[in-house]
């Protein structure tokens, strides 16, 4: 962690870091669907 940053940086994630965590929920949700592969 760079505690060069200021406090708006440590407390608001960055737009990069975002879409990271949302494509990994995203794609973990979507793997756990295709295994238990419940069709809606």
Known sequence: MDKKK???ETYSPS???MF???YVIVSFQINRKEEVSVSP
């Open 20 to 22: 990271r965590w949302g």
């Open 6 to 8: 200021g406090p708006i």
């Open 15 to 17: 737009l990069e870091d």
